[in-house]
């Protein structure tokens, strides 16, 4: 009898908190949301949040403020959401380097990004630009592989951090390749650009973004784009892939981004935010404004911006290791 009655005391608290979540899901939000953006006003993941920010509050009832925080490349911002409480009210807008690379590159980090976090939606992707000074003695990454191969050390690549997606898509490279190139960190895009430029370095993987207008003034020419398939907003392009070296077959590194909240959320409260931030980037004004900033709404579910968390750090994480990349 005993038995029966701890059973019945741990379905009716089974039910009632299944009816409280319920309830706070069907009144979800009844008060504004605060959007933190690990990244600079003006960056690419602000553009997304902004460019959403009205069609969320038309779908959801509420504001939604954006507030950017991109201290200790992005982890501070992400670390704060995973430490927030489990209502749906406090998101984050983060990306590849604090969520896939940040627990290989930090030997501290105060998250688990898979433990501590719920994916909601992937809100975009796109590849990386290898791009080189005008000068460098290669148009292809087949002719770059030959130069880096013939002359290891010969060569320097910029990119805008050490361990952001830049540094390390072209660890992946030498990785791949068994090449050697000496790696020039700087901070941001504009100064590892401008060294690009300079022919202090020869070599950046970026986004498109960032390189294109250097290449449209004939400043900067481009090698490839890191995508599996070409990018359409540069169909001109060739892939990594299709430079025919077996090592690079299905070479890939993308530059992705999307929206979690602290674990523990109800469900139906993830499912509401992943509906309305669906909504928002399926809008053709929010879409044409993403497109004019060089970026590709994806959006989806749950489960698929979960899955790319996972398996994006599960590989990259020997070429962080080969790299020897560590950030205190």
Not at 35 to 53: E, K, T, Y
Not at 205 to 227: D, E, F, W
Request: charged share 15%; net charge positive; aromatic share 6%.
């Amino acid at each position: 009898m005993a038995y029966l009655f701890k059973n019945l005391r741990s379905l009716v608290a089974a039910l009632i908190a299944c009816t409280v979540a319920l309830a706070h899901a069907q009144s979800f939000p009844s008060k504004p949301i605060r959007w933190i953006v690990v990244a600079p006003a003006g960056s690419s993941l602000d553009v997304i949040a902004r460019a959403m920010q009205d069609k969320l509050k038309d779908n959801l009832g509420q504001a939604v403020v954006v507030e950017n925080k991109p201290q200790a490349g992005g982890t501070v911002g992400t670390n704060e959401v995973a430490k927030s409480a489990s209502d749906g009210y406090t998101w984050v807008m983060s990306y590849n380097g604090p969520l896939a690379f940040g627990p290989h590159l930090y030997p501290k980090l105060p998250y688990q990004p898979e433990k501590d976090l719920i994916a909601v939606i992937t809100t975009t992707s796109q590849p990386n630009v290898i791009a080189a000074n005008v000068q460098l003695p290669a148009n292809s990454v087949r002719e770059l592989i030959t130069l880096l191969k013939k002359d290891p050390g010969k060569y320097n690549f910029a990119s805008v951090g050490n361990g952001s997606s830049s540094h390390l898509t072209m660890e992946y490279i030498k990785s791949a390749s068994n090449t050697f190139a000496v790696h020039i960190p700087f901070n941001g895009s504009p100064p590892a650009v401008m060294s690009t430029l300079s022919g202090e370095t020869q070599l950046i993987a970026s986004v498109p973004t960032v390189i294109a207008p250097q290449v449209r003034q004939g400043k900067l020419k481009y090698l490839a784009v890191t995508s599996t398939q070409r990018y359409a907003l540069l169909p001109d392009v060739p892939t990594v892939a299709e430079s025919g070296l077996p090592e690079l077959k299905g070479f890939e590194a993308l530059a992705w981004n999307g929206v979690l909240v602290a674990a523990g959320t109800p469900r139906a409260v993830v499912d509401r935010i992943n509906s309305a931030l669906n909504a928002a980037l399926n809008d053709p004004s929010v879409k044409e404004r993403l497109k004019s900033a060089g970026l590709e709404p994806i959006g989806g579910t749950p489960e698929q911006f979960a899955k790319l968390i996972h398996d994006e750090s599960v590989k990259w994480a020997p070429i962080i290791k080969r790299s020897g990349a560590r950030i205190d």
